[in-house]
Nanobody, 123 residues
Framework: VQLQASGGGLVQAGGSLRLSCAAS????????MAWFRQAPGKEREFVAA????????DYADSVKGRFTISRDNAKNTVYLQMNSLKPEDTAVYYC?????????????????WGQGTLVTVSS
C-alpha cells in the first residue's frame, strides 16, 4: 500500500483545511487508518483514527470537537477535516495504515506511512 497525503497549506487561526490521503491497492477497506502530526522540535503524535469500515473513530483530546476523520473506501481515500485551527496545530501531518490495530498511539503498529503534508496556522 502506498499513501499520498495532500491538502496542507497556510491558514489563519480559526480557519479550516481538509487533508486527504489517497491509497493505492485493492484492500483499502481492510486497513484501519490514522492521522499523526509532528510539530517542530516535538515527537510525532496521534491525531485521529478511523476503523476499516468507517463505523468507528477516535481522536486525541487536543483535536476532539474540531477535527473530523472520514473515509471513502470506494475512492481509497481518508480525510481529515480540520476546523477552528489554532497555531498549535502547526505541524507536518502524516497518514498511516494498520492492518491489525485500530486507533493505536504507537507508531510501530502501523504498516504504511504517507510522506506528510505541512499545515501552518498563523496567529
Amino acid at each position: 500500500v502506498q499513501l499520498q497525503a495532500s491538502g496542507g497549506g497556510l491558514v489563519q487561526a480559526g480557519g479550516s483545511l481538509r487533508l486527504s490521503c489517497a491509497a493505492s491497492g485493492r484492500t483499502f477497506s481492510s486497513y484501519h487508518m490514522a492521522w499523526f502530526r509532528q510539530a517542530p522540535g516535538k515527537e510525532r503524535e496521534f491525531v485521529a483514527a478511523i476503523i476499516g469500515s468507517g463505523s468507528s473513530t477516535d481522536y486525541a483530546d487536543s483535536v476532539k470537537g474540531r477535527f473530523t476523520i472520514s473515509r471513502d473506501n470506494a475512492k481509497n481515500t481518508v480525510y481529515l477535516q480540520m476546523n477552528s485551527l489554532k497555531p498549535e496545530d502547526t505541524a507536518v501531518y502524516y497518514c498511516a495504515a494498520s492492518r491489525v490495530f485500530f486507533a493505536s498511539r504507537n507508531e510501530k503498529d502501523y504498516d504504511y506511512w504517507g510522506q506528510g503534508t505541512l499545515v501552518t496556522v498563523s496567529s
